[in-house]
């Protein structure tokens, strides 16, 4: 008798204690009654009937995320894999149709995106592709909310996280922007020698002006003292002819003076009338002429000297004893 109450007890107890039940929160609860819908449980402690409800299954209302890869192909023959982010959530409202229409929403969910990429992505070049990837997820996110909002299924957002296309195709397009950066480059760099071309011949041109100005305001000074001069020299019984011809004659030893006073100088001052050139001509002619003419005196008087000094020696073979001898 006691073993049996104590069983019912223990009976008691168990059947007591899985009466009750705890919802986590963001989490809805579907109760069933001998299979049927009985209700949805919210978060926080509940109550059922032992061995006639039962706990069906738990939906979760937090907004969860489901990554898709896919690969298709560009309107340029470009194959590409695109990595789709789709966030979604099920409100309070449609837990019934989320958890009673929709076995795997994740599965659904894949599909459409799918159907949707393979659908824009054909349209669209390699280029285009990465510029439109926005018009791309939200295409995805009109086409998946008139699909899941009869399941109880609200998207929330979705994102074209990534655009991975082929290795060789990846290579060109890095070869492309660096031919293209290159040019850049190339262009600044012309436009930098342009503008320093450019500057240069400007400071040139301002320099030449610049020294003309200069030459030109010499030239004025230098002329206002030559009048001066002559005004001068005018008032002490000079004329201007003399006097011109005396500046002149002092400007000419002037300059010989400033061009002797450097001892490095290499310079040879020649005359510069065509007439003198003739003269120096003919004057180193007749040096040349008058140098052979003393060279070949000179070697003639050598000549006659040589026989007299031979006269006066003895002959071989005789000696000065003999000498008589032979003149008697």
Known sequence: MDIFLIGFLVFGLFVLLSSFFTVK??????????????SIRQSG????????????????????????????????NVFVKLKVSVQFMVVKDTVYDAFYKLEYPHD?????????????????????VFERKDDIAIAVKRELNEAMTTYGYTIINTLVTDIDPDIQVKNAMNRINA???????????AEASRIRIVAKAKAEAESKRLQGQGIADQRREIAKGLVESVDVLNKVGINSQEASAL??????????????????????????????????????????????LVGESMKTGLRKVEPKKGKNLPSAGHSEEETPESES
């Open 25 to 38: 929160q963001q989490t809805a609860v579907i109760i069933e009654r001998f299979g049927k819908f009985l």
């Open 45 to 76: 402690l509940q109550l059922k009937i032992p061995l006639i409800d039962r706990i069906a299954g738990r939906v979760n209302l937090k907004i969860q995320q489901l990554d898709v890869i896919i690969e298709t192909k560009t309107k340029d």
């Open 108 to 128: 659904q969910i894949t599909s459409y995106v799918f159907d949707v990429v393979r659908a824009e992505v054909p349209k669209l070049i390699l280029d285009d």
């Open 179 to 189: 031919a293209d950066r290159e040019k850049t480059v190339a262009e600044f760099e």
């Open 247 to 292: 500046i002149v004659v002092t400007q000419h030893y002037d300059t010989l003076q400033a061009i002797g006073a450097d001892t490095n100088s290499n310079l040879i001052l020649l005359p510069n009338s065509p007439q003198a050139g003739s003269d120096m001509l003919n004057n180193m002619v007749a040096s040349f002429t008058a140098s052979n």
